[in-house]
């Protein structure tokens, strides 16, 4: 999985445009601040998104999974970035393309951003687990 951090230089819907073939999708900073939640979340939305899924794209699927829920609107506006964006993908995506979304940049990870993201309120070694549970729990049980 790959994560890129950029600052938007042009609107979100062409920004999605230009990635559309990486199969990748664009979310607020923090939540791409784990490449192990971003892989967890991208085996999960595929085996969903597999087995007849209501999502027509399973960019949404994954997206969903993320934002723990099966509203497409909860997950958009969950997932949506503003100004600063990170680019999750399966797959690598030149340099070039990132140019033409905006301005890359190095992002400083912090796993209490991630915490806070999700409203957890938790030792910042269980941020990963908490939240790999509230993905699956949602798809299990949504």
Same mark, same amino acid.
């Given at each position: 999985m790959k994560a890129y951090f950029v600052? !938007? @230089? #042009? &609107? !979100?819907? %062409? +920004? !999605?445009e230009?990635? *559309? *073939?990486y199969h990748a999708i664009i979310i607020k900073p923090e939540l791409g601040y784990s490449e192990k939640l971003l892989n967890y979340s991208y085996f999960i939305a595929f085996k969903c998104f597999r087995k007849k899924s209501r999502s027509k794209t399973l960019e949404i699927e994954w997206l969903e999974v993320i934002a723990c829920t099966k509203s497409? =609107?909860? +997950?958009? %506006?969950?997932? *949506? &970035?503003d100004g600063k964006a990170c680019i999750a993908s399966p797959v690598r995506i030149s @340099?070039? #393309?990132l140019k033409q979304i905006g301005v890359p940049y190095k992002e400083r990870k912090s796993v209490e951003k991630l915490a806070a993201a999700y409203k957890l309120k938790i030792d910042k070694s269980k941020v990963e687990s +908490?939240? =790999?549970?509230r993905m699956c729990l949602s798809k299990m049980l949504g």
């Open positions: 600052k !938007l @230089g #042009v &609107p !979100l819907s %062409e +920004a !999605l230009k990635i *559309k *073939k497409v =609107e909860k +997950a958009i %506006e969950f997932t *949506k &970035p @340099g070039n #393309v +908490a939240v =790999e549970q």
